[in-house]
């Protein structure tokens, strides 16, 4: 029979080994840290593999697992001499999602459960406080009606703001013990109107609702979003920990905290965290109660007041960072923590690898190997390439004048500006229109995600370092400004008050993640500078990196940036984005509006030096490296004109009436344009158009050599091959063009003719193709449109349902998709090389950035991927990160 519940904690350990795909990571964690002697309350974990089953079985538990429980209850009243449900002195357990991958704060937690009427008296009486008891069964009460019973949470928080107005209190903590069981009276009031029923009071159906609802929220929306943001599969589940409760509220030797063993922001080798005295731990992870510093020398830099935990409990401080260091040498990485201290005695609730920015990522890594803690190439791999990009933008301007309305505090670092907006839809709905928006809220829930991925950053009134939205988002990349006090938010007249100033909906605001500062209006950045830890990685993720990495790139701008970045060659240089240019579009129009050959190269004649100069440019940044020129690609109607104006300025640069031209322009039209007249059928139609652009690149390249004495080494991509025929007719414009050029200038250079493989059918054809060609480059975007049959312009509006019903792992048009589209390019790099050995194989597509789909290339033994220009940096670390796997 399958095992479904491991014990941890006591004397017990059932096997489970820290298997973070069994035991989920906080399950496994916690069985590692009881292992290693550490203090840990005693539990439980109901692992993921159940979670599946539950979908499976139809959201119903087989009866094995209640007696697995029972057991594990049992286990839980040994280790503390207390019983569940018991009326004298209950046991209280917490019942916590754990995931394989942390998911801050998109799935359900449940404390102090196994309270009830009559318990509640026994908890006060055997604790000797009856205000701690009384409060701890309102927050049972209020957190169980929001996650199990699905009650409005605004409901209870409202009954409570009013209690305290009553008693003119500001602080939940200047509640007393008879305040709290009126306040309970009241929760419990709203839960029978609410709900219809009584408030649950047998304790064992309290705990399997606690259940069920942790593994319901493994699909509650906000947990399909992250998984989807993060690439985290539906089908790997959530493990359940149910474990006995210590209290961080038992009066002013109490507290709960939580801390990271370095700075997640910066990455310095500094303990970082918060602690709230007379606290549980929601108060300080949700952002309720602004809670203080942990070390003396964060709180003074901050200019606080109130003591940090390091000067108001030196003792269980001591005892705290003794655990921190034992912690990061065993786990071998930065920690990220949850504690409780009941009446002066630590308990570890929780370790796990902390979420961190890029710059803390790549600080932590480098000075984690510097230190001989991990090797230089677990550093590499330490560092998640996508969270580079946080790294690779700019910044605020230092120089320029800010007007500065309050400052919070610095949670995420990174700048942004944009149009204020207070709830995420509307963020999501203004950022899917191209608007560059600012989340405000008062704090932020799980059910924000959508918009805190929507907005260019997030300013938040309450919550701390730790809270939601600073975790959130330092994960994300976003800046981030939480707990700027000062702020006032009205969400219903969508307005706020700071500094005495009222800002409305889409006005500009800007904020700075790394100082806290909050500006009004748009502040000018400044570009990065990459060195320092940055290029130390770098340097180590090249040695052990095979594929070559190239740009996709087609101004001098974008080479030399590219070329900053590391970039080894130009993967893809789009000649048609150079004809959209103002200066020359009438010229592009005339040629395609010509009736006749001779019309056609009258035109071509005046683009020609254009387009010489152009390849002349990026040859000069490029000199020495390979350049990929893929020939006129789109249907010849996107340069058409559209408006009347255009029409007659065509007509008058032609001598052509505008009838005429309407009339031409209505024949070119196309219906399915992206599989109609374009690449190389353009060149197959009108050769004397691949004519020019050969030319061009061949006297560009001449150009540059005797300049430079650095050849380039242009590689010339026919694009939209279908057949061998067509790319053996395109190569012999292009030989002929350099055979031409050559004689004239009586020099040379090397160069290639190849293709690029978008169609199925140049795939599965490719051992024919490569007979002519002499390099494949895989447009992943085009070949996956025509391999899953799915125009990308249009599947935005339903692709997000097909990852959230798992039809596709991930959007294929980001990800590649390895089991189709990856299929076709297996069996071309290996029928093209069984034709020619040394051919040269790449990717250009957008997927060329992206992780996933370069450990495939890594795999399939490409040569080379080509990627953005500000995506360069990913891939040279993705690829190093490929190799390393590979081994």
């Given at each position: ?453 929507a907005a260019k950053g997030i300013l938040t009134a309450r919550g701390g370092m730790t809270s939601h939205a600073a975790v959130v988002a330092r994960g994300m990349g976003r800046p981030c400004v939480s707990g700027a006090g000062s702020l006032a938010i009205d969400a219903k007249a969508k307005t706020m008050r700071i500094a005495g100033r009222e800002l409305k909906e889409g006005d500009i605001l800007t904020i700075d993640g790394a100082t806290g500062e909050v500006m009004a209006g748009e502040v000018p950045t400044v570009q990065p500078e990459l060195a320092g830890d940055f290029g130390t990685l770098m340097v ?209 250079i090397d160069y290639l003719v190849g293709t690029m493989i978008e169609l199925p059918r140049a795939a599965l054809k490719a051992g024919e193709i490569a007979e002519v060609g002499e390099f494949f480059s895989f447009g992943t975007n085009d070949l996956t449109q025509t391999t899953i049959g799915i125009s990308r312009d249009d599947a935005g509006r339903f692709l997000t349902q097909y990852v959230d019903k798992g039809i596709f792992a991930r959007d294929p048009f980001v990800s590649l998709d390895v089991e189709g589209v990856g299929q076709l390019i297996e069996i071309a790099a290996e029928r093209g090389r069984a034709t020619r050995p040394d051919i040269k194989l790449g990717i250009c597509g957008e997927h060329g950035g992206d992780p996933a ?35």
């Amino acid at each position: 029979m399958t095992k479904y519940v491991y014990r941890f904690g006591g004397d017990a350990n059932d096997g489970g080994n820290g298997n973070k795909n069994l035991l989920g990571g906080k399950g496994a964690n916690l069985d590692g840290m009881a292992s290693i002697g550490l203090p840990v309350p005693p539990g439980f974990t109901i692992t993921t593999e159940m979670c599946t089953r539950y979908y499976a079985d139809g959201e119903v538990f087989p009866d094995s697992l209640r007696a697995e429980v029972a057991n594990g209850i049992a286990h839980i009243e040994g280790v503390t001499g207390k019983q569940f449900g018991n009326k004298a002195d209950p046991l209280l357990v917490s019942v916590r999602s754990g995931a394989r991958v942390s998911m801050p704060g998109m799935m359900d937690t449940v404390l102090n459960l196994g309270l009830n009427d009559e318990t509640v008296i026994g908890l006060a009486t055997a604790s000797g406080d009856e205000r701690f008891a009384w409060d701890s069964y309102r927050r049972f009460i209020q957190m169980y009606s929001d996650v199990v019973l699905e009650l409005d949470h605004g409901a209870f928080e409202e009954a409570l703001e009013i209690a305290k107005e009553d008693n003119d209190y500001h602080l939940d903590t200047q509640m007393s013990a008879d305040d709290w069981k009126a306040l309970v009276a009241e929760y419990k009031k709203l839960v029978e109107k609410l709900w219809g029923k009584p408030f649950p009071q047998d304790v064992h159906d309290q705990l399997w609702g606690a259940i069920s609802a942790v593994f319901g929220s493994w699909q509650a929306d906000r947990a399909k979003v992250y998984r989807r943001l993060n690439d985290i599969p539906g089908d790997w589940g959530t493990a359940v920990n149910v474990q006995a409760m210590v209290f961080g509220n038992m009066g002013d030797t109490s507290a709960t905290g939580v801390a990271f063993t370095r700075d997640p922001a910066t990455g310095e080798n500094a303990y970082y965290g918060e602690y709230l005295i007379n606290a549980q731990g929601e108060d300080v992870v949700a952002g309720i109660r602004t809670p203080q510093y942990l070390t003396k020398a964060a709180r003074e830099r901050a200019g606080a007041k109130p003591l940090s935990m390091e000067e108001a409990m030196p003792e269980t401080y001591a005892e705290l960072a003794r655990v921190f260091n034992i912690l990061e040498t065993h786990y071998r990485d930065m920690q990220d923590i949850e504690f409780t201290v009941q009446q002066g005695k630590l308990w570890m609730l929780q370790t796990r690898s902390g979420k961190r920015t890029a710059k803390a990522a790549l600080k932590i890594a480098v000075d984690m190997a510097t230190e001989g803690l991990i090797t230089e190439q677990e550093a590499v791999a330490r560092v998640d390439p996508s969270a580079l990009d946080q790294l690779l933008h700019p910044t605020l301007d230092p120089k320029a004048p800010r007007d500065v309305l309050t400052k919070g505090l610095p949670a995420s670092p990174g700048a942004a500006s944009g149009a204020i907006v207070f709830d995420a839809d509307t963020a999501e709905r203004r950022a899917e229109l191209g608007e560059a928006v600012i989340l405000v809220r008062i704090e932020t829930s799980p059910e924000d995600i959508h918009g805190m991925h929507a907005a260019k950053g997030i300013l938040t009134a309450r919550g701390g370092m730790t809270s939601h939205a600073a975790v959130v988002a330092r994960g994300m990349g976003r800046p981030c400004v939480s707990g700027a006090g000062s702020l006032a938010i009205d969400a219903k007249a969508k307005t706020m008050r700071i500094a005495g100033r009222e800002l409305k909906e889409g006005d500009i605001l800007t904020i700075d993640g790394a100082t806290g500062e909050v500006m009004a209006g748009e502040v000018p950045t400044v570009q990065p500078e990459l060195a320092g830890d940055f290029g130390t990685l770098m340097v180590w993720a090249d040695k052990v990196r095979r594929l070559k990495v190239r740009a996709n790139a087609e101004t001098p701008l974008d080479c030399r940036t590219a070329r900053d970045f590391g970039a080894e060659g130009v993967g893809l240089c789009r000649t048609e984005h150079m004809f959209f240019d103002a200066g020359r579009i009438t010229a592009v129009r005339q040629m395609i509006l010509a009736e006749n050959e001779a019309g056609r190269r009258e035109a071509l004649a005046k683009l020609l030096p254009e387009q010489r100069s152009d390849f002349t440019e990026i040859f000069e940044v490029m000199a020495g490296l390979p350049v990929t020129i893929r020939l006129l690609d789109p249907p010849l109607h996107e340069f058409l004109p559209h408006e009347e104006a255009e029409f007659e300025e065509v007509a008058k640069a032609t001598g052509i009436g505008v009838v005429a031209l309407k009339q031409r322009a209505s024949e070119l039209h196309e219906f399915n344009p992206m599989l109609g007249h374009r690449g190389c059928r353009l060149g197959v139609t009108y050769p004397e158009i691949y004519e020019m652009q050969a030319r061009a690149i061949f006297e560009a390249a001449l150009d540059v050599a005797a300049k430079s004495g650095a050849a380039p080494i242009p590689e010339v991509m026919i694009p939209l091959v279908a057949t061998r025929r067509e790319l053996e007719l395109m190569k012999e414009v292009v030989d002929r063009m350099a055979k031409e050029v050559f004689a004239e200038r009586g020099q040379s250079i090397d160069y290639l003719v190849g293709t690029m493989i978008e169609l199925p059918r140049a795939a599965l054809k490719a051992g024919e193709i490569a007979e002519v060609g002499e390099f494949f480059s895989f447009g992943t975007n085009d070949l996956t449109q025509t391999t899953i049959g799915i125009s990308r312009d249009d599947a935005g509006r339903f692709l997000t349902q097909y990852v959230d019903k798992g039809i596709f792992a991930r959007d294929p048009f980001v990800s590649l998709d390895v089991e189709g589209v990856g299929q076709l390019i297996e069996i071309a790099a290996e029928r093209g090389r069984a034709t020619r050995p040394d051919i040269k194989l790449g990717i250009c597509g957008e997927h060329g950035g992206d992780p996933a789909s370069i450990a495939f290339c890594e795999q399939t033994g490409l040569d080379y991927v080509s990627a953005s220009p500000y995506r360069v940096p990913i891939a040279r670390l993705a690829a190093a990160q490929a190799a390393l796997a590979k081994k």
